[in-house]
């Protein structure tokens, strides 16, 4: 590790795991009705623009041991595929459908892309690049 | 003293698998009577799978944040690395397993007896555990599960860092009690909505 200041991956992934957590509470609080959508697309732009910047943060640091972020990202991102498949299998048998069910499965996307930063950027942290 | 626990590791393990792969014998069966007992919507099975994970869940986080951590606290670091090479490859096939039984059968026994309903006369106690979830999801998704497998990944190399393997551990044993400390909030909730 070099003594360059290292990007807040962590924080800003619990933040933006903490955003899609908020727009489901949000739209599932509203059951059986449907909520206004505003807020949950306003969650979802913020959960989306916080992973974008922390890839962006990520992408930027030089002498980073991408192979090994590669590694565990890839089979991580497996896992999280076969969860979120499971979870959007949840939300078709409960017979969600149009808008909420694309902004479930957008919030579900971003949830199961921040899992597999996390962690590689956890484990490639202590790897030489 | 860092160098010389690291001189006491074990040879590197890099050969060996990061997770036992027996154990994903019985996650696989656990996942598939999941989906299967929630596609038939069979009310026991959810029930069961909904108590028995949650249980389970509840009483593993507690026993990791304020029994196995003190305890590891007070070994000397060899005997801290030894217990984290046993114990951390467990854990993590057990700890998302025992998540995934508890939220997927527990969202649709809700769904089931419909306390997700507003007109449920105690939505304000399911919305409340669903933001106790939220955080100990955000906790263990950034904290616990992150340093479980960058433990892994270290004790592999062929000169294991020491004051790395404490770090993420003591991250691990904070973390684990953040959600042993909510999940007695959320025994309060589910024992409320079960009144």
Known sequence: ??????????????????????????????????????????????????????????????????????????????????????????????????AVLVLMTLLLAVFTLNVPLLSAWTVARFENG | MAVAAARELEAPTAAQPLIPLRGLIPVSAIVVGLVATIASDWTWGLDFFHVVGGGMWTALDLFMGFVIGPIMRGLPVPARVELTKRLMPRMLLIMPTLVTMTLAAGFQLA??????????????????????????????????????????????????????????MRRFIYAAGVTGAMQVATLVIMTRLAT
């Open chain 2, 111 to 168: 769904r089931h007896n419909g306390m997700l309903s507003t007109s449920y006369g105690r939505h304000g106690w399911v919305v409340a555990s669903m933001a106790v979830v939220a955080v100990m999801a955000m906790v263990a998704l950034a904290l616990l599960q992150p340093a479980n497998i960058a433990v892994l990944f270290e004790l592999r190399k062929p000169q294991p860092n020491p004051a790395i393997i404490q770090g993420l």
């Open chain 1, 1 to 98: 590790m070099s003594g360059q200041r290292e990007p807040r991956v962590t924080e800003l992934g619990m933040l933006s795991i903490g955003l899609v957590a908020a727009g489901v509470i949000y739209l599932a609080a509203y059951l059986p009705r449907r909520a206004p959508l505003a807020p949950a697309m306003i969650l979802l732009a913020c959960a989306a623009g916080v992973l974008a910047t922390n890839a962006l943060l990520l992408a930027r640091r030089p002498g980073f041991a991408w192979w090994r972020f590669r590694q565990v990202a890839g089979w991580m991102l497996l896992v999280y595929l076969v969860v979120a498949g499971m979870l959007e299998f949840t939300f078709l048998y409960d017979h969600t459908h149009g």
